[in-house]
């Protein structure tokens, strides 16, 4: 029941087209029913002392060739329909696979972070494109030939019985053991399939994560390595297809074996009582024998072909449901009263947040505010929960402010989770951890912060950030390609890239998390510099282990264990005993250590010291 509602449900839009190229396969299946008639009369004509009755008789009048015509415009009609069918069924599975691929695509998009954070990229793929080929297939020739397969026994069958009872119920007896080993076969290729379908998505994992990070297999030397374990993989889809490939062997002989021993022993039969005389064939003719013939060669391949066709279906049955589990996975609701401003002030206010990643804790107890255009900085050892609250604050991860144990955030006083999330995040400009870049031009990257932006506002943007200069130097500068994540640009130049389209955006919120990790010391102390010329504009937070990056903002607080440790500014901070003075002194100790490194370089390692402090 629930395939068939999830059939349904993706037929929706096509149903009336697709049903349509079913009944005309009925149609033409009738019109070319009447096609054997016309060779039973024709050849009992033919033949001195047999007796041609039938509705053709007259018609015909003997003639061979009226019969000759008569077969042709049967087969013309006939075709036509089917032509119908075809075109109509393609018709509908190309639009059902094509609304499928929009509304997957669609769906995934609008997922919650926490489905993505455990979900296999490669097994997507998969589903998204193998899956609906899959269905799409289903749709254009072997649903279709489930209906041919119906069809056969409501207009074949009828035919057989006018024209000899005994021999229509002989050739009948092999039905239901056609239908039952095709049935049998059903079962073993949906589950066959289901492994199948499964070992390719692993292979399809594992040369998305090869091609994504070929630097990291080259760096390391693990060609030779990851060439085994996809050797691996793809052993083991070639053995479980393998074993499909058996399984449908075994049932085409078997039918087919079934299937042609019918026949033989129906023509046998027919024969023997033809020879004995026209009491004991009960009427048969031999134009009768042979339009029998004809009706069970319209009869039984179809049948037979549904063990193909089951089978088939099994393959769709499994695909069906392997999109039905993405597309019944929840979305990210919105929440929001639609009264949102146009545009927030910035103020943020964070009141006692706990939050929990599963049975860890990452936030306890977090209280803090930011008035509107003041900077803060978060400082912590790895795995305190910065990012967390960073991720808090996007929505992309839920808390629930009806219960008092987890706390609350605010924007400009109105509760976060009663703000459209899609606002809000149109209201904050982010820099990750690891910047993301499309394989686009420079300048379509950094439009991303601002679809409308015009030539100057971009490289105003480019300029603040301190990558200008860099991207002029680039063959065609702000048309010039980024590959595919950004690898054809240093780590540098994609973090300063990410941080020009924050900027663009002019949001009123900005956070910068960890977002000059790969900059020079020089670098960074002109982009600081830029974001201190633009104070006020935006509440800006900043994430950063270098205290360089943190110690001009406004606020600092120091997160340790998911809790604040410590707040305060650069002065006061340095002035107490605290993990923000310990890691103070250890980079100056580092800083120090340069210097004598460098053999007392006044001028170029004072200066690296100084950044460095």
Request: aromatic share 8%.
């Amino acid at each position: 029941m629930a395939q068939k509602n999830t059939f349904w449900r993706f037929m929706k839009g096509q149903r009336f087209r697709y049903v349509s190229a079913i009944g005309a396969m009925f149609v033409g299946m009738l019109v070319l029913a009447e096609r054997p008639v016309v060779f039973k009369v024709a050849i009992d004509h033919m033949i001195k002392g047999q007796d041609a009755e039938g509705r053709w008789v007259g018609w015909l009048g003997g003639s061979l060739l009226l019969a000759a015509v008569a077969v042709i415009v049967i087969t013309v009609l006939s075709g036509l329909f089917m032509y119908l069918k075809g075109r109509w069924a393609g018709i509908a599975s190309e639009a059902v696979a094509r609304d499928l691929r929009n509304k997957l695509y669609d769906h995934i998009q609008h997922l919650r972070c926490t489905y993505h954070d455990t979900a296999d990229t490669g097994d997507l793929l998969q589903r998204c494109t193998s899956d609906v080929e899959t269905f799409r297939a289903f749709l254009a020739v072997q649903g279709t030939e489930i209906g041919r397969a119906c069809i056969a026994v409501l207009v074949v069958f009828p035919y057989m019985l006018m024209v000899n009872v005994p021999l229509a119920l002989m050739a009948m007896s092999v039905v239901p053991v056609v239908l039952g080993f095709a049935i049998v076969f059903f079962v073993k290729v949906r589950n066959t399939f289901r492994l199948c379908d499964e070992a390719e998505a692993v292979m399809t994992t594992r040369l998305q994560e090869n091609l994504t990070g070929i630097r990291v297999v080259r760096a390391f030397a693990r060609q030779d390595y990851e060439c085994e374990k996809f050797a691996d993989d793809n052993a083991l889809f070639r053995d479980r297809r393998f074993r499909l490939i058996r399984i449908m062997a075994v049932y085409w002989s078997v039918s087919n074996l079934l299937c042609t021993c019918q026949i033989g022993l129906v023509l046998l039969t027919g024969a023997y009582m033809i020879r004995g005389g026209s009491a004991d064939a009960g009427g048969l003719t031999v134009g009768g024998l042979v339009a029998m013939l004809f009706y069970m060669r319209m009869f039984l391949w179809p049948i037979r072909h549904l063990g193909r066709v089951l089978g088939e279906a099994g393959k769709a049955v499994v695909a069906m449901s392997r999109l039905g589990e993405i597309l019944d996975v929840p979305r990210e609701e919105s929440h929001g009263s639609g009264d949102d401003p146009e545009r927030l002030e910035g103020r943020i206010e964070i009141s006692g947040l706990n939050f929990h990643h599963g049975q860890v804790q990452v936030l306890d107890d977090v209280t803090v505010s930011v008035d509107a255009g003041q900077t803060l900085a978060i400082l912590g050892p790895s795995g305190s929960g910065k990012s967390t609250l960073v991720n808090l604050l996007l929505s992309f991860y839920d808390y629930d402010p009806g219960d008092q144990a987890n706390g609350s955030i605010r924007f400009d006083g109105r509760e976060l989770s009663s703000m459209d999330q899609k606002f809000v995040r149109s209201q904050i400009g982010v820099v990750m951890q690891e910047p993301f870049l499309y394989s686009r031009s420079v300048r379509d990257n950094i439009r991303v912060g601002h679809a409308g932006a015009d030539e100057e506002e971009i490289i105003s943007a480019a300029d603040s950030s301190c990558v200008h200069e860099s991207i002029e130097g680039f063959d065609k500068g702000y048309d010039t390609i980024v590959g595919e994540r950004g690898v054809t640009l240093s780590g540098g130049q994609r973090q300063r890239l990410a941080l020009a389209r924050a900027i663009l955006r002019n949001p009123p919120i900005l956070i910068l998390d960890d977002a000059m990790s790969a900059v020079d010391t020089e670098t960074e102390q002109m982009i600081l510099k830029a974001l201190r010329d633009r104070h006020g504009c935006s509440t800006t937070l900043v994430i950063a282990h270098r205290l360089s990056t943190l110690m001009h903002a406004d606020r600092i607080i120091v997160v340790e264990d998911g809790r604040i440790v410590q707040e305060g500014t650069h002065e006061s901070l340095v002035d107490v005993e605290g993990l923000y003075r310990r890691l103070w002194r250890v980079q100056n100790e580092l800083a120090d250590d340069l210097r004598a490194e460098l053999g007392g370089d006044g001028d170029s390692a004072g200066k690296e010291g100084d950044d460095a402090s």
